[in-house]
């Protein structure tokens, strides 16, 4: 069965996800995936349990919008310790059903047709579509490989009068690399009596390593009253099926912002809601997870160290670059194919996530697996 009339695509160029891509072809082939960013270890038996608790309770009914108080509360004082910043529960924090829902529905209130967006890249693949479909235009700063670092001066003569808003992640998907506090300061001279908004993708926050601190623009309040803050329970709490986030933003700014989230979803999972809402009593959760996912990078590093592969710096997320350029001048894509079909091992070629595919022949591997995991993996690599 086919539609016999004219349809025309609103994202022409848009295919499926490499992540879907990827782990369908590690699927096929029987390979070890490493591609898409998820955990195969389980989330804690108490979250399991605090779920299982409220649907038994009979907590299955829409959520409000917003999300539910209790939670939103838990979120306000979480920020105000970590961070020193406080968003009010009731206004200005929302929750959503999971990180790329709230990219989404952010670039949606506030992106118009002809507006233009900056992207920093490599970046999230959602981003660019999300801004297009809207009518907006993306503008890309490139981050050179092989430091990773944003050039603040090639930032600055991107923005002019039609620059809607400004898109950074720290940490960084794919790259590893963090945002300091100069990038903090140098962007907020730069939007200064500016209308510009920021979108902080901060989904990895509680994801850094070797000592370094998240510097989330909550800290900075002539950037916090301008941003859009989104982060990630799915990331901190090894749930990413579960599909649950939030936003922080000032009031004003959240007013649009739920605008548009009602119509998309209206509301998100309920009995996690209030599984969540208690589990986020236990701090240790998610301010030891910096360490447990340290261990993990490290120990995939040790792995593969004598490989030929060359590891980049990584400062936070649960992603490791590795350049291949020792093994075979294949482009990425191809060689990442390869990799999956002959070798059984599945990871994600860097330069899907550029505008212009730039390939410095290096993979993104997800080291958030199971020891076990890594060590199959890493045998695997070693033969190459």
């Avoid at 070890?32 to 195969?40: E, H, M, S, V, Y």
């Avoid at 389980?42 to 209790?70: E, R, W």
């Avoid at 623009?217 to 099926?241: M, Q």
């Avoid at 986020?280 to 490290?298: G, I, P, V």
Wanted: glycine fraction near 6%; aromatic fraction near 12%; hydrophobic fraction near 40%.
């Amino acid at each position: 069965m086919e539609f016999q009339g004219n349809i025309t695509s609103k994202l022409p160029k848009t295919g499926t996800t490499i992540f879907t891509v990827m782990s369908a072809l590690a699927a096929e082939h029987g390979a070890i995936n490493l591609a898409q960013g998820f955990p195969d270890f389980t989330c804690s038996p108490k979250l399991i349990d605090l779920v299982t608790h409220y649907m038994q309770k009979g907590f299955n009914q829409y959520a409000p919008m917003p999300g539910l108080m209790k939670l939103r509360e838990k979120i306000s004082a979480k920020t105000q310790e970590l961070y020193s910043a406080h968003y009010h529960p009731d206004t200005e924090i929302t929750i959503t059903p999971g990180g790329t829902h709230a990219l989404y529905a952010a670039i949606s209130a506030f992106v118009k047709e002809g507006d233009e967006v900056i992207v920093i890249e490599p970046c999230y693949d959602s981003y660019v579509p999300a801004i297009q479909i809207n009518g907006g235009r993306p503008i890309f700063a490139e981050l050179k490989y092989p430091d990773y670092r944003i050039d603040w001066n090639q930032v600055k003569k991107l923005v002019n009068y039609r620059t809607r808003m400004i898109i950074i992640n720290t940490p960084h998907n794919p790259s590893g690399i963090t945002l300091g506090a100069q990038d903090m300061q140098k962007l907020e001279k730069m939007v200064k009596n500016t209308e510009i908004l920021i979108l902080s993708d901060e989904v990895y926050e509680h994801i850094i390593f070797d000592g370094l601190e998240h510097q989330s623009v909550a800290r900075y309040p002539n950037l916090a009253e301008r941003s859009i803050i989104v982060s990630s329970f799915g990331k901190v709490y090894h749930t990413t099926g579960w599909k649950m986030g939030y936003v922080m933003a000032p009031a004003n700014i959240m007013a649009e912002f739920r605008k548009v989230h009602q119509f998309m979803c209206f509301s998100a999972n309920t009995p996690i809601q209030h599984a969540i809402a208690d589990y986020m009593d236990d701090k240790d959760a998610y301010l030891q997870l910096s360490a447990f996912y340290q261990e993990k990078r490290d120990y995939f590093l040790k792995l593969i160290k004598g490989s030929r592969f060359k590891p980049m710096p990584c400062e936070g997320s649960y992603f490791q670059l590795l350049n291949y350029g020792k093994i075979t001048q294949e482009n990425d894509v191809d060689f990442a194919v390869r990799l999956t079909k002959e070798n059984k091992v599945a990871s994600i070629p860097t330069s899907v996530f550029y505008n212009k595919k730039n390939d410095n022949q290096v993979l993104r591997f997800c080291f958030a697996k199971q020891n076990e995991t890594l060590e199959q993996a890493a045998e695997k690599l070693h033969k190459l």
